[in-house]
């Protein structure tokens, strides 16, 4: 018979440390949320040694934009004292970053709703240190929130971890029963207004924060924008609509993205429907940008691109594409058009970003711009400069 420990002795205690208030945050999700579903579930990021890096970005994505959690601060012990607004965008949030779990803990007063897991692996799985901190952080009373491809629900030591703590793990990758899958059927055709899928030449790059900052803008002028995740980052930063793509078995991704968007066309009657992107087409380790374009059968594409990124992330022997090469390659495998460029800043000067605007829109004859340094007005142009039947929705300005 397997017997499994408490959680307590699965970690190294911590000495020194003041008790921790259990206020009313501190309560199981089941039982706050019944009397206050408007409150925003309070949480910590972990994100040791990647904030503000690539394999950071569902930390990063939290920062930036977050409709279900009140971030309270996230753990990097390399950045400890640092304002995480000004390690991402030079622009104070008053979101610090600690230096451990028990730092994070004191500066937050009382013990968070949730312990959220910030970081993208390739590998997809948790360190024999990770674990030790997650169980930690279960034993305070956080609930769990679990980005990565293992499922810890499935795992016994946390499962009893659940039970003797009265908290809960959200496995965000993990995709509904096989039986309960979808195929695709083509009534994707039956969502007549624009799908708009935003794609890129990498991983990695700011598609989701593009995607982001695209339906927000839309919104703000009246045309009524939703957005699908695609994956783990956007659900967790509160999509209404989305699904995991790289956690199902690809028989039934398209036909999951495929019934997802025709749920939010139907419940919500938008004027146009955003696509959160996955990996690159181009790039041979993903597989999740074929169906995104095969099960959304987009109208039109903005694709991003980091101009300064020579070779591909994680991959240094892969050359990066250029992106007259990607788009060549979108149009080719799907009956859409790419209906404008957006630039990832990184390594780049402001006069750089402006320069490789007028030369890729030269070169590309598209729309350029950067979401996240240039007026979110331009984006809202560039869609409007695709399907200009958008334009009577926007509020008039008198």
Do not use: W
Not at 32 to 58: P, W
Not at 280 to 297: K, V
């Amino acid at each position: 018979m397997l017997v499994i420990p408490p959680a307590s002795s699965l970690i190294s205690p911590i000495t020194n440390r003041k008790p921790i208030p259990r206020s009313d945050s501190a309560r199981p999700a089941s039982s706050r949320f019944r009397r206050d579903k408007n409150r925003l579930a309070t949480a910590i990021v972990y994100c040791e040694a990647n904030f503000g890096a690539i394999d950071g970005k569902t930390a990063n994505g939290l920062i930036r934009r977050s409709e279900r959690y009140k971030i309270l601060s996230v753990i990097d012990s390399e950045q400890a004292g640092l304002d995480t607004g000004m390690v991402l965008d030079n622009k104070p949030n008053a979101i610090p970053i600690c230096r451990n779990l028990a730092d994070s803990l004191t500066q937050a007063g009382t013990v968070p709703d949730s312990f959220i897991f910030g970081m993208a692996p390739s590998s997809g799985m948790l360190s024999k240190h990770e674990r030790g901190l997650i169980l930690e952080a279960m034993s305070h009373g956080m609930n769990i929130v679990n980005g990565l491809h293992e499922f810890l629900n499935d795992d016994p030591v946390f499962a009893a971890a659940c039970a003797a703590n009265k908290v809960k793990i959200n496995d965000v990758r993990k995709p509904r029963d096989k039986k309960d899958l979808r195929l695709f059927s083509g009534r994707i055709a039956d969502v007549t207004c624009p799908r708009i899928a935003v794609l890129g030449t990498d991983c990695a790059i700011g598609k989701r924060t593009t995607a982001n900052i695209l339906t927000k803008a839309l919104n703000d002028c009246g045309i009524k924008a939703v957005m699908i995740g695609t994956g783990q980052t956007g659900l967790i930063q509160g999509a209404r609509y989305g699904v995991a793509l790289d956690a199902i078995p690809s028989q039934f991704c398209a036909g999951e993205l495929e019934a997802t968007i025709i749920e939010a066309f139907e419940n919500e009657n938008p004027d146009v429907i955003i696509i959160e992107g996955q990996g690159s087409l181009s790039h041979p380790a993903f597989s999740s940008s074929s169906f995104i374009l095969r099960g959304s059968c987009p109208n039109g594409v903005v694709l991003q691109h980091a101009p300064r990124r020579s070779k591909r992330c994680d991959f240094d022997q892969m050359t990066m594409p250029d992106p007259a090469t990607e788009i060549n390659l979108i149009q080719t495998f799907s009956e859409t058009k790419i209906i404008g460029l957006t630039i990832n800043h990184e390594e780049m000067s402001d006069e750089e970003v402006s320069t490789a605007i007028t030369q890729y829109e030269q070169d590309l004859g598209i729309p350029t711009t950067d979401a996240l340094t240039r007026p979110s007005e331009r984006l809202v142009e560039m869609v409007l400069s695709a399907f200009p039947e958008l334009k009577g929705k926007q509020i008039t300005n008198t």
